[in-house]
Structures are given as structure tokens and as C-alpha cells.
């Protein structure tokens, strides 16, 4: 095994056993100060969950990357910190706008923040991102677009980061549907990375996978009545979605892509394919009933396949696994038969509006027989 693989492996474990040490003690602090999530008739947990597993997942994340830098250096390898040298940028950038929406998650989910300010510190961040490189100069050919100036890309680029922060914010609806949906992401993004030879990025997507690990578990596995169940809140999806959305835009616009065999571009969009489209269906409904796009309702996918009355686990599940199939068939279609990156995002808008059309009648054949 290699340097690199070595290095990967090690930074993942000591992300999963830090945060797997980090989750029960803020479990603890939450009992002991009485802060839950507040049951609604949006949720559909019962019983008493804290909503603070969020707050281990950027101090962990950075934590092991310095810990890694350390390590290596005292060792006299100089690889990985030469590695971040080469991204300096990109990376101080996501650190300060990651540390500005773990604030503001972290303050939402203890006291509440209107949407709007959430919004506004989204923005802040995008931007931040932006002036350290991290936009859209190139389109990759959707709808005939390849590169782009300054003037398109950086708006451009800001809309793509606040709706993919949004998109996984809005997904986390039910056990393990955000963290396993961001998993898959970061296993993509991870392995792309390293083939790429883009090493720091590999390693943040491999922490990141890390952290999401021990979350799933005691997301999914906990045990409410046991106080071992956790939710991530906004301070755990306003930062992963932030991460996912770096990650995202680098592999979509990466010089390197030559490297390997498949589309970097439609290795990006694949894994987020179901947040993303979920997030549009959504907004476009709201808008025609003459709501605010930005009120929460039960209109997302995970609610209409539990009104099509599936359990909530069993749900998950459905969701991940057409996640899954979004990108395999995507990475076929652009690999082995070469199929054109519009061709291939006209096929996931077909199949999804298809799969909701048959979803909604489901729900009708439901309500009918009920």
C-alpha cells in the first residue's frame, strides 16, 4: 500500500473514531441541558432528539487534517502538507466559510434564526469561495456552453453553492437520507480525487465520509428511549452541503479530467442528482400554489414515498438506492457508450419525473382505497 492510501485510510479511521467518541458526549451535554428537536406535524420522530450531532463534524474534519499534516511532517514526509500548499487558497476559503455557517447552524439549531439571515451568510460564503478561485469557468458543454467569463460564472457560481447548501438542508428529512445521500458523495468525490491526483481534496472528502459514518449509525441505530438517537441539524447539513458543494464545483471544472476515463463533470452532478432535483420539483410547487419557496412543507420525496406508505426506513433506503442508480447509470452512459453530458442530464430529468408521476398516483390509488 502507498503513501497516499495509507494516509487516506488512517485520516478516515481516526474521523470515524473520533467522531464515534465526540456523538455520545454531545448527546450527554443534550439531556443534560433539555435541547431537542421539537416534534411538529412536519417530523416524524417520536420522543425526545437532540439535534446538536452537527457540532462534531467540522472540528473533527479539521482536526484530523492537522493531525495528519503533523504527523507527516515529524515523520520528514512532506507530501500531504505540499498538497494543501497547492490549494492553499481554495482551502482557507472553504475553512472560513465553513466555520461562518457552523456558527450559524449551530446558533439556529440552539435558539432559531430566520431564514433570511441564514440566507444572507450563505451568500457571504459563496463569495468567499469564489474570490479564492472555486467558480464555474467552464460549463463542459451543457446546452452547447463551454467556457465562460467572469461576469456568468461567479453569479452563476453562487447560486450553484447556496442551492446545494439548501439541497442538502432540505433532504434531511428522515433517518440517515442526508448523511448516507452525502456519503455516497463523498465516496465519489474521494476515489475521483485521488485518481485525479488531487490529493487534499481526496483527503477532505475522505474525512468528511469519516464523520458522516458514526452520525449514521447513531442516526439511524440509536435507540430515542435509550438516549442514544441524534439528528445533525443545520449545523451538521449547512456544513456538509458547503463541503459538497466545493467538492462538486472543483471535480466539474478540474484541468485534469483528461486523467480518467469518465466525465468529471457528470461524476460532480451524479451523486447530488436527488437533493438537487427534489429541491426544484419543490420550489416549482410551492411557487404555483402561491406559497413562499423558502416556508417548510411535505411536499419533498421522502415525504411522498411515506404517504405512499412505506416505513421511514425502508424509504431511506429507496432514496439511496436510486441515488445510486442516477450515477451508475450516469458514469455508464458517459464512460462506456460516451452518450453527450445533455443527452444524459435530458435522461435523469425524464426518469425523475417519471418515477414522481408514477409516485403520485400511488399516493391518489392510496388515499382512494383508504
Same mark, same amino acid.
Given at each position: 500500500?502507498?503513501?497516499?492510501?495509507?494516509? #487516506?485510510?488512517?485520516?478516515?479511521?481516526?474521523?470515524?473514531?473520533?467522531?464515534?467518541?465526540?456523538?455520545?458526549?454531545?448527546?450527554?451535554?443534550?439531556?443534560?441541558? &433539555?435541547?431537542?428537536?421539537?416534534? &411538529?406535524?412536519?417530523? !416524524?420522530?417520536?420522543?425526545?432528539?437532540?439535534?446538536?450531532?452537527?457540532?462534531?463534524?467540522?472540528?473533527? !474534519?479539521?482536526?484530523?487534517?492537522?493531525?495528519?499534516?503533523?504527523?507527516? !511532517?515529524?515523520?520528514?514526509?512532506?507530501?500531504? *502538507? /505540499?498538497?494543501?500548499?497547492? *490549494?492553499? %487558497?481554495?482551502?482557507?476559503?472553504?475553512?472560513?466559510?465553513?466555520?461562518?455557517?457552523?456558527?450559524?447552524?449551530?446558533?439556529?439549531?440552539? +435558539?432559531?434564526?430566520?431564514?433570511?439571515?441564514?440566507?444572507?451568510?450563505?451568500?457571504?460564503?459563496?463569495?468567499?469561495?469564489? *474570490?479564492?478561485?472555486?467558480?464555474?469557468?467552464?460549463?463542459?458543454?451543457?446546452?452547447?456552453?463551454?467556457?465562460?467569463?467572469?461576469?456568468?460564472?461567479?453569479?452563476?457560481?453562487?447560486?450553484?453553492?447556496?442551492?446545494?447548501?439548501?439541497?442538502?438542508?432540505?433532504?434531511?428529512? +428522515?433517518?440517515?437520507?442526508?448523511?448516507?445521500?452525502? *456519503?455516497? =458523495?463523498?465516496?465519489?468525490?474521494?476515489?475521483?480525487?485521488?485518481?485525479?491526483?488531487?490529493?487534499?481534496?481526496?483527503? !477532505?472528502?475522505?474525512?468528511?465520509?469519516?464523520?458522516?459514518?458514526?452520525?449514521?449509525?447513531?442516526?439511524?441505530?440509536?435507540?430515542?428511549?435509550?438516549?442514544?438517537?441524534?439528528?445533525?441539524?443545520?449545523?451538521?447539513?449547512?456544513?456538509?452541503?458547503?463541503?459538497?458543494?466545493?467538492?462538486?464545483?472543483? #471535480?466539474?471544472?478540474?484541468?485534469?479530467? =483528461?486523467? +480518467?476515463?469518465?466525465?468529471?463533470?457528470?461524476?460532480?452532478?451524479?451523486? #447530488?442528482?436527488?437533493?438537487?432535483?427534489?429541491?426544484?420539483?419543490?420550489?416549482?410547487?410551492?411557487?404555483? /400554489?402561491?406559497?413562499?419557496?423558502? #416556508?417548510?412543507?411535505? &411536499?419533498?420525496?421522502?415525504?411522498?414515498?411515506?404517504?405512499?406508505?412505506?416505513?421511514?426506513? =425502508?424509504?431511506?433506503?429507496?432514496?439511496?438506492?436510486?441515488?445510486?442508480?442516477?450515477?451508475?447509470?450516469?458514469?455508464? %452512459?458517459?464512460?462506456?457508450?460516451?452518450?453527450?453530458?445533455?443527452?444524459?442530464? +435530458?435522461?435523469?430529468?425524464?426518469?425523475?419525473?417519471?418515477?414522481?408521476?408514477?409516485?403520485?398516483?400511488?399516493?391518489?390509488?392510496?388515499?382512494?382505497?383508504?
Amino acid at each position: 500500500m502507498g503513501y497516499w492510501p495509507i494516509n #487516506l485510510l488512517c485520516i478516515f479511521i481516526f474521523c470515524v473514531l473520533l467522531a464515534g467518541f465526540l456523538i455520545p458526549q454531545i448527546l450527554l451535554i443534550a439531556f443534560r441541558r &433539555n435541547l431537542f428537536d421539537e416534534v &411538529n406535524e412536519r417530523k !416524524i420522530h417520536k420522543g425526545l432528539v437532540p439535534r446538536l450531532g452537527g457540532i462534531a463534524f467540522v472540528p473533527v !474534519i479539521f482536526t484530523s487534517i492537522a493531525v495528519a499534516l503533523v504527523t507527516n !511532517i515529524q515523520l520528514g514526509f512532506d507530501n500531504i *502538507s /505540499q498538497a494543501f500548499a497547492d *490549494s492553499v %487558497l481554495p482551502f482557507i476559503s472553504t475553512f472560513i466559510a465553513l466555520e461562518l455557517l457552523y456558527l450559524v447552524g449551530m446558533a439556529d439549531d440552539l +435558539i432559531g434564526i430566520k431564514y433570511r439571515a441564514k440566507f444572507v451568510v450563505q451568500i457571504i460564503c459563496a463569495a468567499f469561495l469564489i *474570490s479564492s478561485g472555486v467558480w464555474f469557468s467552464d460549463l463542459a458543454g451543457v446546452l452547447g456552453i463551454e467556457s465562460v467569463s467572469p461576469w456568468f460564472g461567479y453569479p452563476f457560481t453562487l447560486i450553484v453553492i447556496v442551492f446545494l447548501i439548501n439541497a442538502i438542508n432540505l433532504i434531511d428529512g +428522515i433517518d440517515g437520507l442526508a448523511s448516507g445521500l452525502s *456519503s455516497i =458523495a463523498c465516496v465519489i468525490y474521494g476515489f475521483s480525487f485521488y485518481l485525479l491526483g488531487d490529493y487534499a481534496l481526496s483527503v !477532505i472528502s475522505f474525512a468528511t465520509l469519516g464523520v458522516l459514518v458514526p452520525f449514521y449509525y447513531y442516526n439511524v441505530f440509536g435507540d430515542a428511549n435509550k438516549h442514544k438517537k441524534i439528528f445533525m441539524g443545520d449545523t451538521g447539513s449547512l456544513t456538509i452541503g458547503l463541503i459538497l458543494a466545493v467538492l462538486g464545483t472543483i #471535480l466539474f471544472i478540474h484541468p485534469d479530467s =483528461a486523467k +480518467i476515463s469518465i466525465s468529471t463533470p457528470v461524476l460532480a452532478f451524479s451523486p #447530488l442528482i436527488v437533493p438537487c432535483f427534489d429541491v426544484i420539483r419543490v420550489y416549482m410547487l410551492r411557487i404555483r /400554489q402561491h406559497h413562499s419557496p423558502f #416556508l417548510p412543507d411535505k &411536499n419533498h420525496i421522502h415525504h411522498k414515498i411515506l404517504a405512499a406508505g412505506m416505513k421511514p426506513r =425502508a424509504a431511506m433506503i429507496t432514496i439511496i438506492s436510486v441515488s445510486l442508480m442516477f450515477t451508475v447509470i450516469n458514469v455508464t %452512459l458517459s464512460s462506456l457508450l460516451s452518450v453527450n453530458i445533455n443527452i444524459i442530464i +435530458i435522461l435523469d430529468i425524464l426518469l425523475w419525473g417519471l418515477s414522481n408521476i408514477y409516485l403520485s398516483r400511488l399516493i391518489k390509488k392510496r388515499n382512494v382505497t383508504a
